[in-house]
């Protein structure tokens, strides 16, 4: 079953404008992290932002924040004023089970952003 | 200092070669990851060594060999490699595999071609 969702096939947004790209997520577990990465056409896997099922607060990190609806199972992405370096793919994943010794991350298929100038 | 360090960045190699694939951090982080990632799809995990031991293999074939020579390194070394075995090789590290906010940063990655 597929645990982490990412339907949205490419984005694409006007520079300076806000953009919402969705994750949703399924699991049993209680204990959860949340992570999205940004990979541009480099190849690198840049860690933006984590959200962890027990806060109580979203997540933010300068132009990014986490719209975290727990009951929902969705942790979103929000980039406020997109910049043209935003263009890449966007990658949600997510950690199950604190155990030592396993710390697999699950990631979506991915979401292509482009910011027009 | 987030910086995990891989080379070479490109890699050409025939199916009869053997190369190695370096990945090297500074962070005192105690787990490292290799992932293959091919074009438009998530990275998929290979290995996972977690204080310098083993820990994960997701099935991974024969001829790709993962070898930790201490904390700060790791390597994958390829032999007899596949055409299909081209992709993005990208290496990872995080601080503490068994703590809750646990986060892997990832290492430039390798761009392999198996001709």
């Known amino acids: 079953a597929q645990k982490i969702t990412q339907t949205q096939p490419g984005m694409f947004v006007q520079e300076k404008e806000a953009v919402t790209l969705d994750c949703t997520y399924d699991?049993?577990?209680?204990?959860?992290?949340l992570f999205w990465y940004k990979q541009p056409s480099s190849g690198e896997m840049i860690f933006l932002i984590y959200?962890?099922?027990?806060?109580?607060q979203n997540a933010t990190e300068g132009r990014y924040s986490l719209n975290f609806q727990k009951a929902r199972k969705s942790a979103n992405l929000v980039i406020s004023a997109s910049q043209l370096g935003d263009s890449a793919m966007y990658f949600c994943?997510?950690?199950?089970?604190?155990?030592?010794?396993?710390?697999?991350?699950?990631f979506g298929k991915g979401i292509t952003l482009s910011v027009r100038p | 200092d987030t910086e995990v360090t891989q080379t070479p960045k490109h890699l050409v190699m025939g199916m009869t070669n053997k190369k190695s694939l370096k990945c090297e951090q500074h962070?005192?982080?105690?787990?490292m990851y290799w992932y293959k990632q091919k074009a438009k799809k998530p990275p998929e995990l290979m290995f996972v060594?977690?204080?310098?031991?083993?820990?994960i293999n997701e099935s991974v074939p024969s001829r790709f060999s993962p070898e930790c020579p201490n904390s700060s390194l790791l390597n994958l070394h390829l032999h007899a490699l596949q055409p299909e075995d081209s992709a993005l090789y990208l290496c990872?590290?995080?601080?503490?595999?068994?703590?809750?906010?646990?986060?892997?940063?990832f290492g430039p990655g390798t761009r392999l071609t198996v001709l």
């Open positions: 990872a590290s995080s601080q503490d595999p068994g703590h809750r906010t646990d986060t892997q940063y």
């Open positions: 699991t049993s577990d209680q204990s959860y992290g």
């Open positions: 959200q962890g099922s027990y806060d109580e």
């Open positions: 994943a997510m950690r199950e089970a604190q155990r030592r010794a396993n710390s697999k991350l699950t």
């Open positions: 962070m005192g982080h105690r787990a």
């Open positions: 060594y977690s204080y310098e031991k083993l820990s």
